[in-house]
């Protein structure tokens, strides 16, 4: 089976012909079809789910002609985003052989250029690792080609082979699922750039919509660019401080001390609450600090904070100090009173700050920064689902 074949001397590709032609073409008596493989007479032939192809007259003598047990499904869905390319200006090659700048060789279900750009779409119906997808992704772009790959995804039962390690998403690999629909219709393929059964549980806390298309929709929206990568987490945070006015315990005066540092994040470009947290100045990190004292010391009028000794304590931690007196305004001294001051709790304007390169972590009511932020997580997604 094979989209393309030889007409007299001429290269010639089945997904090109509209239906019309394409039996016009079988009634075409007078030209000569031969198959590319090995030369031999091509007969021309339609599937019973629609994919036009090429078949040896007789069976060829040898392997070296046949295409490797592909589903009739594959073989549909290769045809199909051969014959949206095509129509979408793109030079279509099937099966395409090369060899990347390190030696390593690659064949490609679908392979499409126009202009300088250089696309592979691979569709993958058998079970692929995410470590062997990797793998072949890091051939095409060594090869200077971009890829997208289309998954099965089958059933609830099959949805492991597409979530498991692909759940972890990431700009480097392009993953999406593909599902044939049950009804018998026109639009027998839908994509979607997560497993669409496995949505409920991981976007619970997620804000994104996913994308789902038809398969023909999905491929004309990713050669026009409208499939972008979006990155879970943003390079920056939006810092605000909550500053309350308490009576200083040694001089008795009022004196501004900061109760609260606010940590404003967005999920995939999108405020989202889940991504927010607040923490106490005694954990945050040097840079915070810094942060804190350079933007807003003078303008909420407190005293830089600093490290300082605790008695009660024993040790040494970042701490407010009265304005006054230079008293610690110690974190036990906070907790006792800072809840009785609560209600006049003021909050300062944001300022933007890199992200402190961490991710929140949250187990019940206990919060902790334990992972590093990865840049390259996130989704590959119709950017009109974002802009809506
Ligand atoms: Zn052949
Ligand atoms: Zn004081």
């Not at 192809?53 to 985003?81: M, Q, R």
């Not at 072949?136 to 099959?158: E, F, N, P, T």
């Not at 609260?260 to 947290?277: A, C, M, P, Q």
């Amino acid at each position: 089976m094979a989209f393309n074949c030889i007409k007299n001397d001429k290269q010639i590709y089945s997904f090109v012909y509209s239906l019309k032609d394409w039996i016009a073409l079988k009634e075409d008596k007078t030209s000569s079809f031969n198959m590319a493989c090995c030369g031999n007479r091509a007969i021309l032939k339609t599937s019973k789910l629609g994919t036009q192809f090429f078949a040896h007259k007789s069976k060829p003598e040898t392997n070296d002609c046949s295409t490797g047990g592909e589903t009739p499904e594959h073989i549909h869905i290769k045809y199909l985003v051969s014959k949206k390319l095509f129509e979408c200006g793109w030079s279509v090659e099937v099966e395409k052989r090369g060899v990347s700048n390190k030696g390593e060789e690659w064949i490609a279900d679908i392979y499409a250029e126009k202009g300088k750009a250089k696309i592979a779409i691979e569709v993958q119906w058998s079970r692929q690792s995410f470590i062997e997808t990797k793998r072949r992704q890091q051939v095409y772009k060594d090869s200077g080609i971009r890829c997208a790959w289309l998954l099965r995804s089958g059933s609830i039962k099959d949805r492991d082979a597409i979530v498991g390690d692909f759940m972890h998403r990431t700009k480097s690999v392009p993953v999406f699922s593909i599902y044939k629909t049950k009804k018998e219709s026109d639009s027998t393929y839908q994509v979607y750039n997560i497993c669409k059964v496995a949505l409920e549980e991981e976007l619970r806390l997620d804000p994104l919509d996913q994308t789902e298309l038809e398969l023909e929709s999905f491929v004309e929206n990713l050669v026009s660019g409208n499939i972008q990568f979006r990155s879970k987490y943003s390079p920056t945070s939006q810092l605000s401080l909550d500053i309350v006015r308490l009576q200083c315990w040694s001089c008795k005066k009022p004196t501004n001390t900061v109760m609260k540092v606010r940590f404003k994040n967005t999920l995939y470009d999108i405020d989202h609450e889940y991504s927010h947290n607040s923490q106490d100045v005694d954990v945050c990190d040097k840079e915070t600090i810094e942060h804190i004292n350079s933007n807003f010391s003078q303008s909420y009028n407190f005293p830089p904070l600093r490290s300082r000794y605790s008695d009660t304590v024993g040790s040494s931690y970042i701490a407010n100090s009265c304005i006054h007196c230079d008293a610690l305004m110690g974190r036990h001294f906070l907790k006792s009173w800072g809840s009785y001051y609560s209600n006049k709790i003021v909050e300062t304007n944001k300022i933007t700050v890199p992200r402190n390169g961490r991710v929140l972590m949250e187990f019940g009511t206990v919060s902790f920064y334990n992972r590093m932020v990865d840049y390259d997580i996130g989704r590959w997604v119709l950017i009109d689902t974002i802009e809506r």
